[in-house]
């Protein structure tokens, strides 16, 4: 399935490879994400259409949160 | 003052008390730092150890084993250990050197992208490129890999920041909010469906992993098993979180589990998991360990429900707090249950097993089981032990009955052969008054036996068994079970002396030849808190049953040859 997730994270190239490799563990693949540095730069704010299981997005999700470069991260399925 | 200086004093206000590692070129001005404090630096010979012995020190203690090398291959020697943590959920903090901030990026002289490296696997790494930041980045580390599920995080340091001077003004750093968080509230009307569920199962099962024993929930798991009359069993990460002598526990599950272990999870129709990820060693194809049961899942890490198993109830929250909840609900609700006949009929087919295999020792040699069974008999209560990776691991799994929490110590999820030694070493470190002893494997033991020096060099002594079969067991196994016995690069000579080798780092070496020569070494050692390393010759030959084949369902389980309980199993399932 397609879903959308939409993360807030501190901005530093680590945070945005650890999301990636998140992303990779949990097999997912990439349909489009963009990254925009919000909070006069401290943050970013990312969304990713991604396409799996819905179950492999709802891990990812709450994975995330496990890790402190994440500081929200939510999930919403598409179709 | 440097703001080397200024880390290495808040390390020691945040409870640093050693830091195994070997000095470099990068971290220099950190070793220069802990040289006036009171922080205690243990030098290892080889930085896979040093993350080891962190885990072996942090199991022990209950907070953060503190390791460090310096850039480049001392940084990148840590990694498996660092991996190793991650898997089995171990606070380990890493600090390591860096090249200086204009070379980076540069391919420098020993510069490797350690944070880069270890990502994949760590809860947090960072390099600190404004010296004023670095105490608070080492509390944010520290606080992290403590925090929630336990795991490793890393600190990488620029040579040039660690010398850079910072206000010498300083007070106690509290962690930043991001690297501070609760762990999930536990949800009382899931508790309370889970209560009713487990109250009117007919044959409940708990599986405790290694979450129990961070949590310190022995206590609150023994209490709902003995109100349910229910049997426990653990993973291999769990064993030891109750105490193994309890007449209700019965020992590890999974591909090498204990028989009754098994037939207690396929024979359940509620399952309690707490504090794990229920890995496919542990439960076997998802699929099946779903069928005909319902499952309750306690975790603190939320991403762990449905990841391998879908749970029919999830409760996230620490466990000890979860199950605090969980046992007063289920008292309101459910009168004390009396034994079932499920384990009275589990204990007599451990017993059986038990029996079968020592009635195999005819006296010719030494075999593998027989010698764990003796040491765990012979050994104080108290006594740590650690092991290597492979068959000598699977015996020590299946014989040693662990009788204090958090006193098995072992690679888990990683399955690092070279584990046992320095983690045993960590261990002793840690505990310096407790007996520790490395149940290992010849293939193991010559990964990290360097470590020897440090047993001598630091009088920490730790006792070693070395199972000594001259193969790489396990793959021996597999090549004979799975590939038609076709070995190959499995079998060592025997030109390597392993009683001079450890008698080259100073380290009492002995072979012996029998279980009374085997006791006598043993027991003398602990009782004079010596250092020895006891060669036991074993056969190459030795298979680990029971044997769950890898993608297989627990009842798949192939039994040592001979063995017969399926008249047993056959009642325990009417």
Redesign the interface.
Known sequence: MRMLIHVDLINSP?AV??MM?TV??GGLSIETMSFNSVDDGRKLSGTLTLIGPE?KG??LA??L?????F?AAKMLKLE | MRSADHLVRQMAASGVEVIFGIPGGANMPFYDAILNSDIRSILVRHEQEAAHAAEGYAKIKGRPGVCSGTSGPGATNLITGLVDAAMDSVPVVAITGQVVRAFMGTDAFQEADIVGLVLPHIKYAVTVKDARRLSQEFVNVYSIAMSNRPGPALLDIPRDVMQEEVDDDFAFLEPEPYFRRSPPEPDVGSIMEAAKLLAMAEKPVILCGGGVIYSGASAEVLELAEHLACPIVTTTMGKSAVPENHPLVFGVVGMHGRVEADLAVTESDVILCVGTRLSDRAVGPAKEFEKNRKIIHVDIDTSEFGKNARPTIALPGDAKHVLRELVEYLKHIAARKPESPLVQRLRDIGAAYDEYMLSLDDGSRLHSWKVVSLLSQELPPETIVTTGVGQHQMWAQLFWKAKSPGSWITSGGLGTMGFGLPAAFGAKVAAPERPVVDLDGDGSFLMTCQTLACVTDYELPVVTIIFDNRALGMVRQWQDMFYNKRYKDVEYTDRTDLVKLSEAFGVEGVRVESYEELLANVKRAVRNNQAITVDVPVDRGELVFPMVPPGRWLTDVKLPPGFEVSERILSIGR
Do not use: I, R
């Open positions: 680590d490879a650890k490799l990779k563990q179950e709802e891990w709450k994975k949160l496990n890790f402190p470069y500081h």
